[in-house]
């Protein structure tokens, strides 16, 4: 399997002038005169052939598809000149032309050979790596490109392709793609296109700087261009090819028979045409001899005139590209330019961007900042408020402990009183809810109004039930509201003092009415000191 091969647009065309690649390119064979010309597309492209042949040097040319002889004789005569020893084999699907092979057997019998063979009979009769040159004409590039990995296999290192009518819709142009994938090519666009494309690795240094030529660069149209020219300069000389066509012997009976009658008659015609035609000869030939000498002066008239055009195309090429080149590295910098300014307005931009963004930063953070001053200060001021209440509540603490102490004294002490006075309360709270009236006597409620401890509109306020029974407040307090641990106001618990004192609540008594009459004077007191600062603050 042979590798493909890529060229490097070396700093190609646009480092190297075209005047200077082309004067390397130039080979002896484009300025040969062909052996055989005949009227068809291929003759245009007979210089491509000779110079192909001269700058690769192939050992093995293979045609596929060979039918009227123009690419196949020229590939014939270049290897006869140039390499005697190689070899060139034609291949063709149905029977070769007699008169093509009788031609290539006269001429090329050392070197050529035209064979019948199915494209499956072909790859059999050719190894691998052995072929040089592959030119597939336009009748077969289809079944070809369906086969070519087989083929693809039998070129060498040196492996180059030609492809004919290989340009846009041309038969050849679905190979001339497929084949040209990753690869160095060159297209040749004049008469249907021919497309050479290096498929080896290890090519000539020739045929490497024309692929180095890229499509649409000046260099290449000049190639194109002087190819051309020799090209129409082949078509110019006179066709020495296969003769016409004999008239066919086969007819009716009839001719037969008539020409059978003829056949005498043409005989003694034929012996006095004879005579005739050697002195014809002897002077057309005086007369071919004048004509090649006058074509030879005027082919190297053209050959002359060719190059000297060709010198003038490369210098105004030149002047064009040199131009093309000024205006591109113009057009350059002011693209430059306009994106270097674009990007400075976009820096400019964003430093402006990120100066509002640090100014709002440093306002957010400043914000933070006095936030966290005010807070700071709030928790110090409350710090010192907890202090101030803590401080307070110890010595609350030490004044409830001192008042416990204190009760437990007055407890002792009254623990050793008579216990009939507590009978006497508890026989007159037991009188007192046999009655089940609850009278209230006016000294009651006279000691509860002078007190200070009863206040009307809050009692209303923490009772509305009371309202509602249309009960006076005073009255409702000292007859129910009492017993019931309604305390009068917010300096006296009643509900705290009958579960403090349970023998009040055991006798049934108004709690305030009983502290009024005994409890302040036996050290009790109307609420503990804790809710009564809680109850005074509110």
């Not at 900042?369 to 001021?381: N, P």
């Not at 007159?428 to 089940?436: E, F, N, P, V």
Request: hydrophobic letters at 35%; aromatic letters at 8%.
């Amino acid at each position: 399997m042979t590798q493909s091969l890529q060229f490097p647009s070396a700093a190609g065309s646009d480092q190297l002038p075209s005047q200077t690649l082309i004067p390397q390119l130039s080979l002896q064979s484009m300025f040969w005169r062909p052996k055989f010309v005949k009227g068809s597309v291929w003759s245009v492209h007979l210089p491509v052939a000779f110079w192909l042949i001269e700058a690769q040097r192939p050992q093995r040319v293979v045609e596929l598809g060979t039918q009227e002889g123009t690419s196949w004789f020229a590939f014939c005569q270049a290897l006869e000149r140039l390499n005697p020893y190689a070899e060139c084999l034609g291949f063709t699907a149905g029977p070769p032309d007699a008169e093509l092979v009788e031609h290539t057997e006269a001429q090329y019998q050392e070197l050529a050979r035209v064979r019948q063979a199915s494209q499956a009979d072909a790859l059999e009769q050719l190894d691998e790596g052995s072929v040089d040159l592959l030119h597939v004409a336009p009748g077969v590039a289809k079944s070809i490109g369906q086969e070519w990995a087989q083929w693809q296999a039998r070129l060498s290192a040196r492996g180059v392709v030609l492809i004919s009518q290989a340009g846009p819709g041309q038969p050849g142009e679905a190979l001339y793609r497929q084949v040209r994938e990753g690869r160095a090519y060159f297209l040749f666009e004049q008469s249907q296109g021919l497309a050479i494309v290096a498929v080896g690795s290890q090519q000539s240094d020739t045929l490497k700087r024309l692929m180095e030529f890229q499509p649409g660069q000046p260099g290449m149209r000049l190639m194109q261009q002087v190819f051309q020219r020799l090209g129409l300069a082949c078509c110019t000389t006179p066709l020495s090819g296969r003769p016409a066509a004999q008239a066919d012997g086969r007819g009716s009976d009839q001719a037969i028979s008539t020409a059978r009658r003829q056949v005498e008659s043409a005989r003694r015609a034929a012996e006095l045409a004879r005579e005739e035609a050697e002195a014809v000869r002897s002077k057309a030939d005086r007369a071919r001899h004048e004509a090649e000498c006058r074509l030879e002066e005027e082919q190297a008239t053209r050959f002359d005139e060719t190059a000297k055009l060709t010198e003038l195309l490369q210098a105004a090429e030149a002047a064009q590209a040199k131009s093309q080149a000024r205006i591109e590295e113009l057009e350059t910098a002011k693209r430059q330019a306009l994106e270097e300014s674009e990007r400075q307005a976009q820096a400019l931009e964003a430093l402006q961007q990120r100066h509002q963004a640090l100014e709002q930063r440093h306002e957010q953070q400043q914000h933070r900042l006095d936030a966290a001053e005010r807070a700071s200060a709030a928790l110090q001021e409350e710090n010192t408020t907890l202090h101030r209440q803590q401080q307070a509540r110890f010595d609350e603490l030490a004044e409830l402990t001192r008042m416990l102490q204190e009760k437990e004294r007055r407890l002792a002490e009254l623990s050793e009183q008579p216990k009939r006075l507590v009978d006497a309360f508890a026989t007159l709270g037991k009188r007192s809810k046999a009655r089940g009236d609850r009278r209230t006597s006016k000294e009651d409620l006279r000691l509860v109004r002078e007190s200070g401890f009863f206040d009307e509109a809050w009692y209303a306020g923490r009772y509305p039930d009371v309202g509602q029974s249309g009960m006076n407040g005073l009255e409702h307090f000292v007859k129910f509201g009492g017993q019931e641990g309604r305390s009068p106001g917010p300096a006296f618990d009643s509900q705290w003092y009958l579960l403090e004192y349970p023998d009040v609540a055991q006798a049934g008594l108004n709690p305030l009415v009983h502290y009024l009459r005994f409890g302040s004077k036996e050290d009790r007191l109307p609420t503990p000191v804790a809710w009564q600062g809680e109850k005074h603050g509110s």
